[in-house]
């Protein structure tokens, strides 16, 4: 969470009054709220942090980073299912939670999704 | 310099190195405030990379290290009520409350969800009208905007359903409390730069020569870490104590100006307790008046909830740099990040963590008596 990643800005529009971009992260493509740096245009580099754009950043420099991210495995770290994480550090095997059993094709999908563009993000 | 090839731009590392090499001629130690910092420290070997007289102290920048036990068991207190939907980032699942987690309460039937930003909580509460959401609002001058943005929405679109549960802190009082401390060794200081992307660096000219002490704002990644040392012990060596922008590319003096705004309006400074260490004063923020009706702990009448922390643990002098995580007895025996004692062994940025995942080779605990500069960086 600590984590502030490098995205580019895909597209800009409008919710609840409050100006919100899709944001690409070497692959991985989130929601992000612009209210802190409402100038910011498509196609620019921003530091994303849990979701807010908080400070602008040159091309060069975000490419650089996303690369190395990338490459050390934070990316999947920052993207990818806590949950998981959780269970495989406590070391239990009662995941995923029975009740989530409904809830899985959707969960999973969302994660294998995320995993895929982090790892394609790696081979490139 | 066996690892320098890892380093993005090895010639660049080397340079750098060459230069801090060629600059020391007396023993110094430096305190990185950020525990992202001290996972690429140690991640890099780049404490093993530097001189001899180079000491890196790990600081207490990671947010969830820092939370303390009795907020933690305030979130499970409230997490595990029925008609609560209880909302976190996916770090805190694991940190130990007194006897269980966020996890624990999962499996026990509370709702407990994981969100990436703290907007998507706000999202969950319009869509369950009739349950109460909570979000779980940690963290640094990093994570405070985000959060504060969340409660003035949720006041602005009259959302009456979400609360949020409030442990945010600052670092100027951190750095205070470490420098007035008397078994202080810290002699200059490697700032967040994130931390600072947000606030700026107005908070620390008058800190650095109260102290005497240079604050050099550092980035993350292993080249920015090593120009924050280059610069801080050109500093040193020199005799100065200025506040230095090593992280410019995104820094600006100013900081982030809607953020700071937002700040201003939703939080107000306020006393905390950090875990292991206690309370500093005004080092941290909670709603300010306009928006207590925001607040969880009121909401969920949790306000009188107080733990003891584990004696064992000894993260509070490993948050402060007064020693090492592999010098605690507990490190790699009773505590690892399956049965972590303290939050710096489970946080992903927690000093205790960073150790026992690259430096395994240091767990044998003949091994651990060994001066730290000598062991092999796995
Ligand atoms: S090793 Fe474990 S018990 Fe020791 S200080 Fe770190 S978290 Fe606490």
Same mark, same amino acid.
């Given at each position: 969470?600590?984590?502030?990643?490098?995205?580019?800005?895909?597209?800009?529009?409008?919710?609840?009054?409050?100006?919100?971009?899709?944001?690409?992260?070497?692959?991985?493509?989130?929601?992000?709220?612009?209210?802190?740096?409402?100038?910011?245009?498509?196609?620019?580099?921003?530091?994303?942090?849990?979701?807010?754009?908080?400070?602008?950043?040159?091309?060069?420099?975000?490419?650089?980073?996303?690369?190395?991210?990338?490459?050390?495995?934070?990316?999947?770290?920052?993207?990818?299912?806590?949950?998981?994480?959780?269970?495989?550090?406590?070391?239990?095997?009662?995941?995923?939670?029975?009740?989530?059993?409904?809830?899985?094709?959707?969960?999973?999908?969302?994660?294998?999704?995320?995993?895929?563009?982090?790892?394609?993000?790696?081979?490139? | 310099?066996?690892?320098?090839?890892?380093?993005?731009?090895?010639?660049?590392?080397?340079?750098?190195?060459?230069?801090?090499?060629?600059?020391?001629?007396?023993?110094?130690?430096?305190?990185?405030?950020?525990?992202?910092?001290?996972?690429?420290?140690?991640?890099?070997?780049?404490?093993?990379?530097?001189?001899?007289?180079?000491?890196?102290?790990?600081?207490?920048?990671?947010?969830?290290?820092?939370?303390?036990?009795?907020?933690?068991?305030?979130?499970?207190?409230?997490?595990?009520?029925?008609?609560?939907?209880?909302?976190?980032?996916?770090?805190?699942?694991?940190?130990?409350?007194?006897?269980?987690?966020?996890?624990?309460?999962?499996?026990?039937?509370?709702?407990?969800?994981?969100?990436?930003?703290?907007?998507?909580?706000?999202?969950?509460?319009?869509? %369950?009208?009739?349950?109460?959401?909570?979000?779980?609002?940690?963290?640094?001058?990093?994570?405070?905007?985000? %959060?504060?943005?969340?409660?003035?929405?949720?006041?602005?679109?009259?959302?009456?359903?979400?609360?949020?549960?409030?442990?945010?802190?600052?670092?100027?009082?951190?750095?205070?409390?470490?420098?007035?401390?008397?078994?202080?060794?810290?002699?200059?200081?490697?700032?967040?730069?994130?931390?600072?992307?947000?606030?700026?660096?107005?908070?620390?000219?008058?800190?650095?020569?109260?102290?005497?002490?240079?604050?050099?704002?550092?980035?993350?990644?292993?080249?920015?870490?090593?120009?924050?040392?280059?610069?801080?012990?050109?500093?040193?060596?020199?005799?100065?104590?200025?506040?230095? %922008?090593?992280?410019?590319?995104?820094?600006?003096?100013?900081?982030?100006?809607?953020?700071?705004?937002?700040?201003?309006?939703?939080?107000?400074?306020?006393?905390?307790?950090?875990?292991?260490?206690?309370?500093?004063?005004?080092?941290?923020?909670?709603?300010?008046?306009?928006?207590?009706?925001?607040?969880?702990?009121?909401?969920?009448?949790?306000?009188?909830?107080?733990?003891?922390?584990?004696?064992?643990?000894?993260?509070?002098?490993?948050?402060?740099?007064?020693?090492?995580?592999?010098?605690?007895?507990?490190?790699?025996?009773?505590?690892?990040?399956?049965?972590?004692?303290?939050?710096?062994?489970?946080?992903?940025?927690?000093?205790?963590?960073?150790?026992?995942?690259?430096?395994?080779?240091?767990?044998?605990?003949?091994?651990?008596?060994?001066?730290?500069?000598?062991?092999?960086?796995?």
């Amino acid at each position: 969470m600590c984590l502030a990643v490098p995205g580019r800005v895909l597209d800009i529009g409008e919710k609840d009054g409050t100006r919100m971009a899709t944001v690409d992260f070497g692959g991985v493509v989130k929601e992000v709220c612009l209210e802190y740096l409402p100038d910011l245009q498509v196609g620019e580099y921003a530091i994303v942090h849990v979701g807010f754009a908080l400070q602008r950043l040159d091309e060069e420099s975000a490419r650089q980073t996303l690369e190395l991210f990338a490459q050390l495995g934070m990316l999947q770290e920052e993207f990818g299912d806590p949950w998981e994480r959780a269970a495989t550090e406590a070391g239990v095997a009662d995941w995923p939670f029975a009740d989530d059993i409904a809830e899985q094709p959707q969960h999973a999908g969302d994660a294998r999704d995320a995993g895929d563009a982090v790892q394609e993000a790696q081979q490139q | 310099m066996k690892y320098i090839e890892e380093f993005q731009d090895p010639e660049l590392a080397r340079r750098l190195l060459d230069d801090i090499h060629a600059t020391v001629t007396r023993p110094w130690a430096l305190m990185e405030v950020c525990g992202g910092q001290t996972h690429t420290i140690i991640r890099h070997g780049i404490d093993q990379l530097l001189p001899d007289q180079v000491e890196l102290i790990h600081g207490p920048g990671c947010p969830v290290c820092v939370t303390p036990l009795e907020v933690i068991d305030k979130a499970l207190e409230i997490a595990s009520r029925p008609d609560v939907i209880f909302c976190s980032f996916g770090d805190m699942l694991r940190v130990p409350g007194s006897g269980r987690d966020l996890f624990q309460v999962r499996s026990e039937g509370g709702d407990v969800r994981v969100v990436y930003s703290p907007l998507d909580a706000l999202r969950i509460a319009r869509q %369950n009208p009739a349950r109460e959401v909570v979000f779980f609002g940690i963290g640094f001058e990093t994570t405070a905007p985000p %959060n504060a943005m969340t409660v003035h929405q949720a006041k602005k679109l009259g959302i009456p359903n979400f609360s949020l549960l409030v442990s945010h802190v600052r670092v100027p009082p951190a750095i205070e409390a470490i420098m007035t401390s008397p078994s202080c060794r810290v002699q200059a200081f490697l700032a967040a730069g994130h931390v600072c992307s947000v606030m700026g660096m107005a908070e620390y000219p008058e800190l650095a020569a109260r102290h005497r002490v240079p604050i050099v704002v550092t980035g993350f990644e292993p080249l920015d870490i090593l120009e924050g040392v280059r610069r801080a012990v050109r500093q040193l060596e020199r005799g100065e104590h200025t506040v230095d %922008n090593a992280y410019a590319r995104a820094v600006r003096p100013e900081g982030n100006p809607a953020a700071l705004a937002m700040l201003e309006d939703v939080f107000e400074v306020t006393d905390r307790a950090w875990r292991g260490i206690g309370v500093i004063p005004d080092s941290g923020w909670r709603l300010s008046a306009r928006y207590r009706d925001y607040d969880a702990e009121h909401r969920f009448s949790v306000t009188d909830i107080a733990t003891q922390e584990p004696a064992e643990c000894r993260s509070g002098e490993v948050l402060q740099g007064l020693i090492k995580p592999h010098e605690c007895e507990a490190f790699g025996t009773t505590c690892t990040p399956r049965t972590p004692l303290g939050a710096t062994m489970v946080s992903s940025e927690g000093a205790c963590a960073a150790y026992y995942l690259y430096r395994r080779l240091d767990l044998a605990p003949a091994a651990r008596t060994a001066p730290l500069e000598a062991s092999p960086v796995v």
